[in-house]
T-cell receptor, first 117, second 118 residues
Framework: AQKVTQAQTEISVVEKEDVTLDCVYETRDTTYYLFWYKQPPSGELVFLIRRNSFDEQNEISGRYSWNFQKSTSSFNFTITASQVVDSAVYFCALTFISNFGNEKLTFGTGTRLTIIP | DTGVSQNPRHKITKRGQNVTFRCDPISEHNRLYWYRQTLGQGPEFLTYFQNEAQLEKSRLLSDRFSAERPKGSFSTLEIQRTEQGDSAMYLC????????????????FGEGSWLTVV
């Protein structure tokens, strides 16, 4: 069975501070995808990044960066120089690669991030 | 591309009534998914379609729930004889099987349809 744990339920930081959101996953599959989604108050899940299990390179996109470590089964997300617009609930998710492509995502319970002006 | 579109965005209904939600996926996306999200939780998988075929249904999808995707385009999710426990946000998502590049199979979500059963 697959499981995603986001131990941080809520985080508040002052604007311009850096913040890291933790994600730990469990899976028996050797091939899988990891995702991060952002959910603003409007409700839409906004795709941020996808990483497959064979690619452990860290990635940076503007103020966002992701650290994938298979040895610790973690896929952490860091926002540098946070802004008020970053306030949202962030979800980490896991799926496995089947013969038919992506199947169902298993989500963590999310981390509510509040950026204080 | 326009995003995944869902309607209605909000629905308040009395217990026992039937409700139907509609989802229009991103154009040319052949896979469509329904998820359910309750307050303070992550989305949970309900079902998905590849074209018009319903490939998998979760145990969460009781007999009162039915989803269709005629002609492999838009999809509807109907809940019959609604119960208060059905109150949640219903999210639709789509993806393109076999897409090229690193984002070929990324799943894109709509804004969700909030259901309140009173």
């Amino acid at each position: 069975a697959q499981k995603v744990t986001q131990a941080q339920t809520e985080i508040s930081v002052v604007e311009k501070e850096d913040v890291t959101l933790d994600c730990v996953y469990e899976t028996r599959d050797t091939t899988y995808y990891l995702f991060w989604y952002k959910q603003p108050p409007s409700g839409e899940l906004v795709f941020l990044i996808r990483r497959n299990s064979f690619d452990e390179q860290n990635e940076i996109s503007g103020r966002y960066s992701w650290n994938f470590q298979k040895s610790t089964s973690s896929f952490n997300f860091t926002i540098t120089a946070s802004q008020v617009v970053d306030s949202a609930v962030y979800f980490c998710a896991l799926t496995f690669i089947s013969n038919f492509g992506n199947e169902k995502l298993t989500f963590g319970t999310g981390t509510r991030l509040t950026i204080i002006p | 591309d326009t995003g995944v579109s869902q309607n209605p965005r909000h629905k308040i209904t009395k217990r026992g009534q039937n409700v139907t939600f509609r989802c229009d996926p991103i154009s040319e996306h052949n896979r469509l998914y329904w998820y359910r999200q309750t307050l303070g939780q992550g989305p949970e998988f309900l079902t998905y379609f590849q074209n018009e075929a319903q490939l998998e249904k979760s145990r969460l999808l009781s007999d009162r729930f039915s989803a269709e995707r005629p002609k492999g385009s838009f999809s509807t999710l109907e809940i019959q004889r609604t119960e208060q426990g059905d109150s949640a946000m219903y999210l639709c998502a789509s993806s393109r099987l076999g897409g090229q590049g690193s984002f070929g199979n990324t799943i894109y979500f709509g804004e969700g349809s909030w259901l309140t059963v009173v």
